[in-house]
């Protein structure tokens, strides 16, 4: 069974017409300098100002929307880069399932100003719309992409479509305003109360912010992909496997498995010792516990009854025994860190569904740390956002 979900309409009921978008004139990097896609975008990062410098971008004159079009072993995934109105993130119509750390935005209001820039866009989520979609899809058809990369060690292309035209331009507007009222994060929390936080600090002490708008991408639902997020965790040298499969079999059905595999339905986890792969299924008087949340979360229960309870981790945000790995570096590289580690243990997690991540989000609750791996992944640099 293929490790991951098909993201899918969820029938959220739309209350308000609000999501105030608008083209702009965006940097673009010279895919024509660059040797070696793999090792410039991995370092932009930290070299963006350098690069920029060297003469490693390009301006367009004209404001514009912008289709990114990304094909990956998932499939090929076309979203709109464009700006959004931060009022939308503080009037909460651009919905958070994460909390966010004030140390990492301390850190990210440094990169902001230093580099008066956004170098990689907010991932947004949206209920898919078949004729916004084929709109797109027409453009990337009869155009060339204003930039292409390939990408050797993920085998991905990445495709950059400027959209131009003021009737398509004002097409789209017009959509969002219309038909959007509200958006979901499917990756990028820091970015936006980062952003969020300097337009207040601006605006109280009465200067004028570096910007108003947060560069974002904006993806139909049936456009991203979402994988297992999994967990290594050094821990056997605080509690034998023996003593450690005795304890789950009081909150666990335990199954030995012949292969390594991971889960195959909700509610299911695999745990990997050494060489050794156990399936476990949460016993229904364990799932009882849970039944009045909105959304029995199996990062929720496994961060409880098993990190909590039994291994005594309290803070799994900040506990260094807990390693995540997401689900797109595959099953191989959790057995070889297991093998590795002889006091580690594998944990793989089922991926969530969409309609749990907007359900929480409408509820206005928060998942565990490292609940969700949406593909595609956004590359730094390929498209800038100047304030």
Same mark, same amino acid.
């Given at each position: ?5 098909? =993201? ?71 979203? =709109? ?189 695999? =745990? ?116």
């Amino acid at each position: 069974m293929r490790m991951y979900s098909k =993201l899918r309409y969820c029938g959220i009921i739309l209350s308000h017409n609000h999501m105030n978008i608008s083209p702009f004139k965006a940097l673009h990097a010279n895919i024509g300098m660059i040797n070696s896609c793999d090792t410039f975008f991995e370092n932009v990062k930290d070299e963006f100002l350098a690069f920029q410098k060297s003469g490693f971008y390009d301006k367009l004159n004209l404001d514009a929307y912008y289709i990114l079009k990304i094909k990956t072993q998932y499939g090929t995934h076309t979203g =709109l880069l464009c700006g959004v109105d931060i009022k939308e993130y503080l009037e909460g119509n651009i919905l958070i399932h994460e909390n966010t750390l004030s140390s990492k935005e301390q850190k990210m209001v440094h990169l902001f100003l230093k580099r008066k820039a956004f170098i990689k866009p907010v991932l947004l989520t949206y209920p898919t719309n078949n004729t916004l979609q084929q709109k797109l899809s027409f453009w990337t058809e009869s155009h060339k992409p204003l930039v292409r990369a390939l990408f050797e060690k993920s085998k991905e292309i990445h495709d950059i479509f400027a959209i131009n035209d003021p009737e398509l331009i004002r097409e789209i507007t017009d959509f969002f305003k219309e038909n959007v009222p509200q958006t979901y994060i499917a990756d990028g929390h820091h970015r936006c109360s980062t952003a969020a936080y300097l337009y207040n600090q601006y605006q109280e002490r009465g200067l004028p912010p570096p910007t108003d708008k947060i560069f974002s991408a904006l993806f139909a639902m049936d456009q991203l992909t979402i994988l297992d997020y999994n967990r290594m965790v050094d821990c056997l040298h605080l509690v034998s496997p023996a003593r450690l499969l005795a304890a789950l079999s009081r909150l666990c059905y335990i199954d030995i498995e012949d292969t390594p595999k991971k889960p195959t339905c909700k509610h299911e986890w695999t =745990l990997f010792i050494g060489r050794e792969c156990f399936r476990l299924r949460w016993k229904k008087d364990v799932l009882n516990q849970y039944k009045d949340q909105v959304v029995r979360l199996d990062a929720t229960i496994l961060d409880e009854q098993v990190f909590q309870n039994i291994l005594g981790i309290k803070d799994v945000k900040t506990d260094q025994k807990i390693e995540y790995i997401e689900g797109a570096k595959g099953l191989n590289v959790i057995l070889e860190k297991v093998l590795k580690k002889e006091t580690s243990i594998g944990i793989c997690l089922y991926p969530v569904d969409i309609q749990e991540v907007v359900t929480i989000a409408d509820h206005h609750q928060i998942m565990p740390p490292k609940s969700t791996w949406f593909e595609p992944r956004i590359k730094n640099g390929l498209l800038v956002f100047e304030f």
